[in-house]
């Protein structure tokens, strides 16, 4: 199955929503309605259909968590069920376990374990135990529970103060602007595989050329948010292999710094050409690269086709078959 691959609205636009965002987190809980409202705000500005945008999944759950420190849990319900049939009836793979979980928090503070439950169990089954990394041990628990105490479950969540604890988180991981560090990757790490097939699906390719290429990767709060990959093609020459964000961070100018970062990195070690491809049916990439001082230089046709990945690349309605090539002087 297919992996969705989300876009970048126009600069301006993407820089005010997330402007919105970064007040309503900070109203909070001095005026909580005044963040609702910016949240509310920064929500209605994402163009229809908003499930196509990379910003906004990091809007939504900024909007929910505000909503349910105001006890306006149904609105956030209604929210989330739209996210969630988006995700369940678009056709791709899900990887983003997080409306599942923010939806059985919403549940749970409308007391009603029984279908919280059913949410931790969807969210655990997308993303097993690394999805509830940054949760209480209590979802983990009843996503992998069999059956329920719905007392009991109520007493220890009510236990957790979960409106304060949603602040502290919101201000921690959502919409404060964490200083990012890119770095080389040790050869004794693991690689960020997960990030990495957001840009190329096939595995065996990524792998291929990870062994012969130089893996940089972007970290926030002690975790890896995207990715990139130089490798030495031609004497003078490098080329960006892959460069990734992770989905839940996408909207946030991270893909541009990684670019950015490659450049100077590689005009650092002496590089005189940078390449870079990217799908026909990328539109967002295409955009971004040549902000970034790429020029197209070539069309390889039906590139993604004779690399007989394992199912057919649809991006913007259109079938990724070509690949542009892309090249900049250093």
Known sequence: MNIRMYHDLEAQLEETIWALGEEAALALPLDSSMA??????????????????????????????????????????????????????????????????????????????????EYLQKAYSIGSARAFRDQPKLYLEMA?????????????????????????????????REKMNIRLLHSNENYPLEILLLADPSRQLVEEYLKRGQCYVA????????????????????????????????????????????????????????EIGTGNSSIGQLALYQKCGFRIVGVDLDFFVRHNYPEEIYENGIQCRDMIRMSQDL
């Open 36 to 117: 609702e409202e910016k949240a509310q705000k920064a929500w209605d500005l994402i163009p229809e259909p908003k499930h196509t945008w990379g910003i906004t999944s990091v809007t939504l759950h900024l909007y929910v968590q505000i909503l349910n420190y105001n006890s306006h849990m149904q609105r956030s319900v209604e929210l989330l069920n739209e996210e969630i049939l988006d995700l369940e009836s678009a056709g791709y793979r899900i990887i983003c376990a997080g409306p599942y979980i923010q939806m059985a928090e919403t549940l749970l503070l409308q007391s009603k374990p029984a279908l919280a439950h």
């Open 144 to 176: 992998k529970s069999k059956a329920l105490d719905e007392q009991d479950i109520l007493l220890r969540f009510k236990a957790l103060d979960v409106n304060a604890q949603l602040l502290s988180e919101l201000k921690r991981y959502t919409y404060r």
């Open 219 to 274: 970290e926030m709060d002690h975790q890896m948010v995207g990715v990139y990959v130089l490798l030495p093609t031609r004497p003078e020459t490098m080329e960006i292999v892959n460069i990734a964000v992770a989905e839940v961070m996408h909207g946030k100018g991270i893909g541009r710094q990684l670019v950015t970062h490659a450049i100077e990195t590689a005009r650092t070690q002496g590089y005189k050409t940078l």
